[in-house]
């Protein structure tokens, strides 16, 4: 099932991520984490398809993206990004596989954090965010998707961890075994991961080598 919707606005968040707000469909539902595929409605671009998360919340009348643009290629992000209020997308069937299941860490590489968004801003809806942390990786502070709100959420409990800047007070490097030693107290719990693939590899193992249940392993399949 396909339906057209309006963008209503777009903003900057950083520097190369876009907020797009567009129509909802009537009876359109998702569940916080979940994702559906987009395209474009313009002539030669309806089939070009790209997963976005959606990061508002199932209440909200409309629909909400946080999308990254890659510029390094001719791809869907990069089209996204010229697109304008009154410019159309395609939106279908609602998928995705992180699912919340509980208090936990998440740990989000780049534009891994948005399928976390909708999950963070449920709970603070639900007043129910103690218990939860966040371990966020990026190159430098400019990257940092939704800074402010994240940080008002979680305070403390907001990691952040950069490997193309040093940030006074912030950790330098990569989410290795080591770092997650020193960082989590508790393997018992549930963990989310979302990032790129060779990121969420490497953190899925170690999680598992410091006794993390592959049940509470939660990442998108």
């Known amino acids: 099932m396909k339906h057209i919707v309006k963008i209503l606005m777009t903003e900057f968040v950083t520097h190369d991520v876009k907020r797009f707000v567009v129509e909802r469909p009537d ?3 998702f569940a916080p ?9 313009k002539q030669g671009l309806e089939k070009e398809k790209r997963p976005l998360t959606f990061t508002g919340l199932d209440e909200d009348r409309v629909l909400e993206f946080i999308v990254k643009g890659y510029f390094d290629h001719d791809g869907v992000t990069a089209k996204l990004h010229g697109l304008a209020p009154g410019d159309e997308l395609i939106v279908r069937s609602v998928w995705g596989t992180i699912n919340y299941k ?3 860490v998440f740990i989000a590489g780049g534009a891994g954090i948005t399928p976390f968004v909708a999950i963070l801003r449920r709970l603070r809806a ?7 942390g966040l371990i966020f990786a990026n190159k430098a502070r400019r990257d940092v998707i939704l800074h402010e709100e994240l940080l008002d959420m979680l305070g403390e409990r907001l990691i952040l961890i ?3 800047e040093d940030v006074p007070g912030r950790p330098r490097g990569r989410i290795t075994r080591e770092f ?3 960082h989590v107290a508790d393997f018992g719990q549930n963990f989310y991961v979302c990032g790129p693939p060779p990121m969420t590899d490497a953190v899925m193992a170690s999680l598992k080598d410091l006794g993390a249940r592959a049940d509470a392993l939660v990442f998108e399949q």
């Open 27 to 29: 009876g359109y539902a």
């Open 180 to 182: 997650l030693a020193d």
């Open 102 to 104: 509980g208090p936990g």
């Open 126 to 132: 639900d007043g129910k965010l103690r218990g939860h």
């Open 33 to 41: 984490g979940q994702a559906t595929e987009v395209s474009i409605n």
């Open 162 to 164: 950069f490997d193309g």
